[in-house]
C-alpha cells in the first residue's frame, strides 16, 4: 500500500543523496512502495514479513536452512502476501509486536542476525537510522556490534502499542523502553508529539528533537481554479477505523440535509479492513447519499495531486493522534484548505499554515460544523487554501525537513 512513512523516509533519502552524502535504504516486512522521480539505493527485503511470521510461529522454522527461507524474502512472494495477508489490527498483533520488539534475543533472532551481518560486511556506516521506535529493537545490536550512533524516528507508533490487548501492551511498552535506551536521538514530527513521546519513551527530553514532515512542493502545486461542478469534499486515506471515514458520511449526511444536493463527497484509498468498509459504504447507501458520495479505490500515486486539487476542501477526520498528517500536507500544497481534528500534529499545522480549520475530535457535529463554515464561505476558503501553500512553503516543504535530519544526523555523530 502507499505509506506515509516510506513517503517521508524516501524525501529525505533522496535529499540526502542530493547533498553528497552515502545513503542506503534498507526495506523491512516487505518491497518499499513509493512515489517521487529517481531509484532509491535499496537493498533486498529484511526481516520479511514472510518468514517473519513463521519463524515467530514455529520454532523449527528458524533453524530451516537459508536456502530455503530465501525464497520466502522473493518481492514477487512479499508483495502477494501483502495484498492478501496482511492485518493492520493491533487486536490480531500483539504476539508478533512482541516477537518483533525482542529482537536478537527472541524469535526473530535470526533474521536480525542477517541484517546486522549484512551491514557489517556491507559498509561502515557514520549512523543508522531507523524509521520508528516498533523497529528499534535493532538498535541495541547495531551498538553493541558496529559502535555508531542510532537515530530513531517517531510516527504514531504510540497508538498502535495502545491498541494492543493485554499482556502484550505491557510487554511492548517494556521492551520498547529497553530499546529506547540504546538510541542516541529521536526525532518527533511536532512540538506537542515531542513531549508525549517523552513520557511514551521514558526518556529525557533533550534527546528528542524536533523534525517536522515535509512534502516535495514541486509534485503538488494550485492548479488555479477550483472544482468546475459544485464543491467537492475529499478524503484519502487508508480505510480503517482509526482514520474515522464513518464520522466523515455521518458529518456529510448533515451537509446533505443542509446545502442540497450540489455538495459532493469524494473518497480514494486502500481499504485495508474491509468489513468496516463495507459498513460504510452500506450506511451511504442507506441514507441515500450513494449518488453523491463517490469511491475511487487506491489511487496511483501519479493521480493523488489531480485528485486534491479536484476537491473543494479536505478532511482528515482521525481518531488517533496523527504524527505526519502527509494526506493533510499535500492538499495544503495544493491549495486546498482542510478540516482536521484538534489532536496530534494538527494543531500546531494549523496554526504555522493558518491553511484550514479544527474541529472537536470524534466530533459529528463539529466536523459538519467546520465544513459548513467554509462551504458557505468560498471566498474565505480559498483564502485558507492560499495560506495553506505558502505555510507548507514555509515550515514543511521537502528541503527544510531534510535539512533538519542532516542537521540530527550529524549531532549524534558528533555527539557519539
Known sequence: MYCGACARDALIARGLIRRGHDVTVMPLYTPLRVEGDGSLPTTSVYLGGVNAYLQHRFPLYRRAPRALTRWMDHPSLLRFASRFAVSTNPRDLGPLTVSTLRGADGPLGPEFERLIAFIEGFAQPDVVSITNSLLAAAAPVVRSRLGVPVVCSLQGEESFVGALPEPYRGEAMQLIRRNAASVDLFLSPGVAYRAMMREFLDVD????????????????????????????????????????????????????????????????GRALDRRYAEGVWGAVRSDGLAERVEYLGELPTAKKAGFLRSCTLFCLPSLIAESRAQAALEALACGVPVVVPDAGVFPELIELTAGGLLFRQGDADSLAEALSRLLDDPDEARAMGRRGRLGVERHFCAERMVADVEAALAKASSAR
Open 205 to 268: 527530553e533533550e534527546r528528542i528533537t524536533v523534525v517536522r514532515p515535509g512534502v516535495d512542493t514541486t509534485a503538488y502545486t494550485p492548479s488555479g481554479n477550483g472544482p468546475s461542478m459544485g464543491p467537492i469534499i475529499g478524503h484519502l486515506s487508508s480505510i480503517l477505523p482509526a482514520k474515522g471515514l464513518a464520522l466523515l458520511v455521518r458529518a456529510f449526511r448533515q451537509l446533505a440535509d443542509s446545502h442540497g444536493s450540489a455538495v459532493r463527497l469524494r473518497v480514494a
